[in-house]
């Protein structure tokens, strides 16, 4: 019998978890869209994909340097994210769950159709600005895409949860979340926290694109990614922040063991596996509050 090789999975067991953490990235970006308005936003791996195209955009085809591009790209993003509240999902207030449900499925397949009208079906490769120097820990190595990625979700991680405990708009966004009854009755301003919430996952969004972009490449089919992403908020709670958080290291740790070890087909058939068998033992996921209503 030959020896179990525990240095190859401590190697893919980390890739899984710096893996993770862009989910948890992601993940979040839904999150709050979710907690502030109660809109499901099934589109968010094509607001991702935007992010990384309007990169794209700015590095290479207009030739910006690359401080310039990414703070360009993030902001322009955020001004997407207020159109589309503004003028697609506003109107939709106080109509039924199940009608801004399917607003946002239709918005996902006409942001696809707008990046291959504008940059073709192509996939395409984005200007490096990560350092490329291998990351050893310990004998295990580690992408330096993967590891770098992981850094800089983790810190914006970190600065969401900071902004959104101390800043005043942050605390406006909680309070809109707990009651948006009580928020009006003390003089929050609601629609406008709603715009907040959208620009602020269309801002997290378009970072998760540009990271995911610099370690595979972008095309039209990233939205694929944001299946991902819909596992791990619903595996985590539609509403939980610790839950996005806790999901995405854990699926990004389950794909990169089906992966290693069954094969990569078989990557996308675990995560459903873990999510079916958390929605039987806790119906709101893992950390999710038992009042949402379900689609």
């Known amino acids: 019998m030959m020896d179990f090789d525990w240095a190859y999975l401590f190697e893919i067991s980390l890739t899984g978890i710096a893996g993770g953490g862009l989910y948890a990235l992601a993940a979040l970006?839904?999150?709050?869209?979710?907690?502030?308005?109660?809109?499901?936003?099934?589109?968010?791996?094509?607001?991702?994909?935007?992010?990384?195209?309007?990169?794209?955009?700015f590095a290479a085809m207009w030739a910006m340097p690359l401080w310039l591009?990414?703070?360009?790209a993030v902001l322009a993003s955020g001004v997407l994210g207020a159109v589309i509240e503004r003028t697609v999902i506003r109107p939709l207030l106080g109509e039924p769950p199940i009608s801004?449900?399917?607003?946002?499925?239709?918005?996902g397949s006409v942001l696809v159709g707008l990046v291959e009208m504008i940059w073709s079906?192509?996939?395409?490769?984005?200007?490096?600005?990560?350092?490329?120097?291998?990351?050893?820990?310990?004998d295990a190595f580690l992408a330096p895409k993967v590891f770098w990625g992981a850094v800089v979700a983790a810190v914006f991680i970190a600065a969401v949860l900071l902004l959104f405990r101390y800043w005043?708009?942050?605390?406006?966004?909680?309070?809109?979340?707990?009651?948006?009854?009580a928020a009006y009755s003390v003089g929050i301003n609601v629609p406008r926290v709603f715009s907040l919430a959208w620009v602020a996952s269309s801002?997290?969004?378009?970072?998760?694109g540009i990271i995911v972009?610099?370690?595979?490449?972008?095309?039209?089919?990233?939205?694929?990614?944001?299946l991902s992403v819909l596992v791990v908020v619903i595996v985590g709670g539609l509403d939980s922040v610790l839950g996005a958080l806790?999901?995405?290291?854990?699926?990004?740790?389950?794909?990169?063991?089906?992966?290693?070890?069954?094969?990569?087909?078989?990557?996308?058939?675990?995560?459903?596996i873990v999510l079916v068998c958390v929605l039987m033992l806790r119906p709101y996921g893992l950390y999710g509050t038992r009042d949402i209503e379900r689609l």
Do not use: C, H, W
Not at 100 to 107: A, D, I
Not at 121 to 138: E, K, T, Y
């Open 29 to 57: 970006a839904f999150v709050l869209v979710y907690k502030a308005t109660r809109v499901v936003n099934i589109a968010i791996g094509e607001m991702l994909m935007a992010g990384g195209y309007l990169f794209f955009t």
């Open 69 to 72: 591009a990414i703070p360009a």
């Open 100 to 107: 801004v449900f399917m607003v946002t499925v239709g918005l």
């Open 121 to 138: 079906a192509d996939q395409r490769r984005l200007p490096d600005f990560m350092p490329s120097q291998p990351i050893m820990v310990g």
């Open 168 to 181: 005043r708009g942050g605390v406006a966004l909680r309070a809109t979340a707990s009651d948006q009854g």
């Open 203 to 208: 801002m997290l969004a378009a970072i998760s």
């Open 213 to 226: 972009g610099s370690i595979g490449g972008i095309s039209s089919s990233m939205g694929v990614f944001g």
């Open 246 to 272: 806790v999901a995405g290291l854990l699926i990004g740790l389950v794909e990169a063991l089906a992966g290693a070890y069954l094969g990569g087909e078989y990557k996308l058939l675990a995560t459903f």
